[in-house]
């Protein structure tokens, strides 16, 4: 009778192992499919390096802030920033006192009257593509009324 557990124990144990080996085998072969097809091919490697090649030829993001220059003085209140970018961009202006949401035009020249505080004005611009590229210029201009 003891034989008999036993051995009832031992296939029940075999076929236990059987199922989980067989989880395990199937579960591999999953993985290596999955693999396989995020794996680029010869074939799709060739128009991954044409989609390179044309995003290369897309014209490059900058911002270039043409007037005023960093740490400019200014004996007025309020000032006219000006700048160039590409475009179809969106240009965030942000001061002490104020934000800013423009676009630049066709050309992609912006310009922005910003209102000035006494002292030391920290000035953000900052470019977006639509596809959330960004681009961020950090100027000082200082406002003040005594005479220099």
Known sequence: MLKKE???AIIIGLVISLIIGGGIFRAKQ????IHSQQTPSPSSSASTSANL?????KPKLFLKITSPHDNYL???DQLTLTGET???TYITIVTDK???LIVPNKVGQFSQSIQLIKGANLIKVTVYTKTGQHQTKTLTVVYTTAEI
Do not use: G, M, V
Not at 30 to 33: D, E, Q, T
Not at 53 to 57: E, F, H, R, T
């Open 74 to 76: 200014s004996k007025e």
């Open 98 to 100: 104020s934000e800013y």
């Open 53 to 57: 090649a044309q995003d290369s030829s």
């Open 30 to 33: 999953a993985l290596n499919h």
């Open 6 to 8: 036993i051995i009832i």
């Open 86 to 88: 590409l475009p179809n």
